[in-house]
């Protein structure tokens, strides 16, 4: 039988951008994360370039980068308790509008 060979495409990278963008992957990085100066003609250009070569910033790479993982753990009683379920999509709601996640975990009873 003969062997089939499947090739994936690569994950774009900031690399990938700066050079679609012709600029640095500094460049990139201060308009992906919207921090310092960067020319509005360039800024236009790079995000040209993001979205050309479908790039989208890894939150696993940012985590350890930053050391943050802009993740907030919430853990209730019962999530049968009409409470719980109250508490955990305020705390959902309120961390998503400042950029966090959340995960949601059911205590039980015992200690350990």
């Given at each position: 039988h003969p062997v089939k060979l499947i090739v994936m495409a690569a994950i774009p990278t900031?690399?990938?951008v700066a050079k679609r963008a012709n600029t640095t992957v500094a460049t990139v990085s201060r308009v992906v994360n919207n921090v310092g100066y960067v020319s509005t003609s360039l800024r236009e250009r790079v995000q040209a370039a993001i979205a050309e070569v479908g790039y989208v910033?890894?939150?696993?790479?940012?985590t350890l980068r930053t050391k943050?993982?802009?993740?907030?753990?919430?853990?209730?009683?019962?999530?049968?308790n009409p409470y719980s379920v109250e508490l955990a999509n305020a705390v959902t709601g309120a961390a998503v509008a400042y950029g966090y996640t959340t995960f949601i975990a059911a205590a039980t009873d015992d200690v350990d």
């Amino acid at each position: 039988h003969p062997v089939k060979l499947i090739v994936m495409a690569a994950i774009p990278t900031m690399m990938d951008v700066a050079k679609r963008a012709n600029t640095t992957v500094a460049t990139v990085s201060r308009v992906v994360n919207n921090v310092g100066y960067v020319s509005t003609s360039l800024r236009e250009r790079v995000q040209a370039a993001i979205a050309e070569v479908g790039y989208v910033p890894n939150a696993n790479a940012r985590t350890l980068r930053t050391k943050r993982s802009r993740t907030i753990g919430v853990v209730v009683g019962d999530l049968m308790n009409p409470y719980s379920v109250e508490l955990a999509n305020a705390v959902t709601g309120a961390a998503v509008a400042y950029g966090y996640t959340t995960f949601i975990a059911a205590a039980t009873d015992d200690v350990d």
